[in-house]
């Protein structure tokens, strides 16, 4: 029966069930009548799309021109080799974000997974099939391997990528399946409450259980923009980078922003953590970036640009001062 209430239940119950090595099933009640989908359905699209895993952006192989080459002793096409290569799962040690990895091989062998194990990368499938050599056959290659969310097509990544690769597609998201239920459940006499019971499956890259944890904080993360509508003045066009606020937002990391890992990658070896360090550049400082393409540049003008610092000449307020605080609250840190 329902009641008269002042606010929405918080649910209290959450279980998790190891169903195998990648996947589990959690479950958490209860829910007011309605809120169940509300919320599972943005995690499950957030599983597939903001979920962290590994994938190759690059491969040279030696002797090959173009993904349509073949190769001489090798059994499979270029075409083929690529394919098995995207096919296996891989997980950077270390903490890194991108290595570039180098791999011979002298037939007669058949080549799996496992033997692209070293100490800088491992193969979380490492039965996969890669190829076949014949005893006469050298196979030699760089693969780049980097650390993303979500699918990027290999247009996107040829301009950023050393001279020589051929770019592949990268398929980042180590979440193979996620899918959820809604189920009714009693609370006191009232069974129109709910439970949202959603089934995870990964390649291995990560567990079920931390690939959930991501989504739910990359929701805290979305969301946590609208706090920003206590900033704004009633008389003001409520917007991310207000006047009243916007100078605290250039001592936010630069993480904040989501910008893609490439470019991410380029600021931080610039030694650029701030995102007032970013603001306070001018186009041009920007363009003398090391290996920033022109790619992760059009994106960081259209993100800086979005919170209201774009790299015209028109950023407000006496820049050396704020030079000087950045600096300070890097010190301090």
């Known amino acids: 029966m329902k009641k008269v209430t002042i606010e929405a239940f918080t649910p209290t119950e959450i279980k998790v069930e190891q169903l195998g090595n990648n996947e589990a099933r959690i479950s958490v009640w209860p829910f007011e009548s309605g809120y169940g989908v509300t919320l599972a359905h943005p995690l499950r699209r957030l599983l597939y799309s903001s979920t962290v895993g590994f994938a190759p952006t690059g491969v040279k192989i030696e002797g090959v021109e173009h993904e349509f080459d073949s190769m001489r002793g090798m059994l499979e096409d270029v075409t083929i080799f690529i394919v098995n290569l995207k096919n296996l799962r891989y997980k950077l040690k270390n903490n890194a974000k991108r290595e570039v990895v180098h791999y011979e091989f002298e037939g007669p062998l058949e080549i799996s ?43 996107n990544i040829k301009e950023e990528i050393e001279s020589g690769f051929i770019a592949l597609d990268a398929f980042f998201t180590p979440v193979k399946k996620a899918v959820y239920d809604i189920q009714n459940v009693l609370v006191e006499d009232n069974p129109d409450y709910e439970k949202i019971v959603m089934t995870v499956t990964t390649d291995g890259q990560i567990s079920p259980l931390e690939a959930f944890q991501s989504s739910v904080s990359a929701m805290y993360k979305q969301l946590g923009i609208f706090d920003k509508i206590l900033e704004v003045d009633s008389s003001s066009s409520i917007s991310a980078s207000t006047n009243k606020g916007e100078h605290a937002k250039l001592f936010e990391s630069v993480d904040s922003l989501n910008l893609s890992v490439r470019s991410l990658n380029c600021l931080k070896k610039s030694g650029i953590e701030l995102i007032g360090e970013l603001a306070l550049m001018s186009e041009a400082e920007l363009k003398e970036i090391k290996n920033l393409g022109k790619r992760s540049l059009d994106e960081m003008k259209d993100v800086m640009k979005a919170i209201g610092y774009a790299f015209d000449g028109s950023f407000e307020g006496n820049k050396e001062a704020i030079r000087k605080k950045i600096a300070e609250f890097k010190k301090g840190k």
């Open 113 to 155: 997974g496992k033997d692209l194990n070293n100490d800088l990368v491992e193969i979380v499938n490492p039965d996969a099939y890669l190829a076949t050599i014949n005893e006469d056959a050298k196979l030699s290659f760089d693969l780049i391997i980097e650390k993303g969310i979500g699918y990027v097509p290999s247009e």
